[in-house]
């Protein structure tokens, strides 16, 4: 959707607005109109009704700071999430909150084996979205950033890596980490609770 | 649980349905977006009336550039290595790419394992005995408080009894041994910030046909690098050049280089099942994954000492250790090369280190 190839785009058509001159008003406005509603929705996954907040403190910190932004080297999408993940950072207990609670979730798992085969594929959805909460809580925010921000945000690793300022490389690198590691460990703890039973 | 939805790794998909399944309750109220965006239209248009200068960035935006961080890279990856051939430095400007081949100080370092492997015995199981496997994890838990982050490398103690039949019943045992070491902060420190450090890791007693901890269906696992079963190492190509072309083809392809290469090999090697004929063709396979290099000469993984082999990926190197004299492969680990969210290159991230033996019952460990 997002045309990465052009460097010096600076219509709003292609999200690489020139910020340096007139029409901000008009510009942020469209800005806000075309990201909001999914950067909230972002937001909210994260940390819960903070995100009511966030997002528009989000948008305040872009015009603040509307002079680093250089549409040459990202898409304002990139840049606004890169500014939303930035002020998550303020909030990571309030995340590790939620995610401790999502992982405790509705249902205890010693129910499940009341519940015969009708359910059953149901129940391991659920069942594995909360410990795939749980496990969420243990990854380096670093990760769990890059992680989120392409499964949620629905950003690309060029994306994520305009987003954080990192290498692209990294991105792949770390996103591939740490989604074997959640593979892995996240299906280890189901082992387990089921083998309590 | 009822389907064979429990398995030891989720799948990709499964991994996607459930990160579209967490918090995915969420709802956007329409007038919290309104006073959003008429708070933005008031700051906006205020700036356009008053020509003010604009303001001090409060929030550093993330698309500032940050420093470079290859030049430190470089001397935290050199320092780490320790002293090396002129060849293999200029290899390790290329951690990256992982095209540079492996070193020579690396090949000969699997040869020679390869060639001990070949020689050794593997210790026979009887009928009725189980062969041993205790595995010493050293994983690490994070727990980010935001403005804190403490970290620690717990000892997780997973023990195996195998039976000389792989179709007979296995039992696994789990322990997180209590053993610790604080990598970022302190005990005290992360108490005090409220950091919950206790648990983590799953505990307890399984047994399953076939080793099948991980799942409901018994005994129709065809293997795998993760999962070593007899018929799939009988079916591994014995030729080394098709060893690596196997491993390549199965491991995940990605922009890892050689790192991920490394992993699966060292999934395999650190199951403790793998015979000393495949164990010494694995070793030769290696020899071949681009950018591998000997990291450390004199490894200690919980008081074993071999050689390290291992790929760096720009984060992270992967090293796998093996004892060139005997051939037996002493464990593998983590270690960052790069100072990534408060860890500093140099930081062991995990390391694991594998003991075999045979006995006579199951939950026995051997004597000594």
Redo the contacts between chains.
Sequence with gaps: MTDHTGGDGASDTDDRPDLSGPHLSRIFGQLFDRHSRPLHRYLARRVGHLADDLVGETFLVAYQTRSGYDPGRGTARSWLYGIATNLLRRHVRQEVRGLHAAARAAGSTAGYEDHENRVADQVDASARARLLAGALVDLEAGDRDVLLLTSWAGLDSNEVAEALGIPVGTVRSRLHRVRRRLRAHASNTEHTRSGDE | ???D????????D???????????D????EQ??A???A???I???Q??TQVTT??E??????????PRRSARRWVAAAAAVGVLVAGALIAQTLP?RGKAPATAEAVATLDRAAAQAIGAVDEPVGPGQYRYIATHAWWM??H???DE?FALLAENLMETWAPANEQDEWMLR?DVTGNRQWVIGTEEEAKAAGAETEG?????E?RAKCGD??SDVKCQNEGSWQIPTAAWQAGLPTDPDALFERLQADA?D???GGI?LL?YAADALRSGLITKDVRANIYKALAKVPGLQVTDGQANLGGRIGIALGVD????RQDVIVDPATGQFIGERQVMTDD????KAGTVMQFTSVTTGVVDAIGVKPAG
Excluded: C, H
Excluded at chain 2, 14 to 24: F, I, R, Y
Excluded at chain 2, 340 to 343: A, E, H, I, M, S
């Design positions: 649980m009822s389907d939805n429990i398995r030891r790794v989720w799948t990709e499964e991994l996607d349905a459930a990160l579209e399944a967490v918090n995915a969420v709802r956007t109220d919290v977006l006073r959003a965006r708070a933005l239209m700051t906006t248009e700036g356009e604009t303001q960035p409060e929030v550093a935006t993330a698309v500032e550039p940050r990256f838990a994070t980010d408080m935001g982050k789990r983590g890791w799953p505990e307890g399984w901890f991980y995940p990605n922009d890892r991920e992993v990926d720009g984060d992270r990534v969210d408060g860890f």
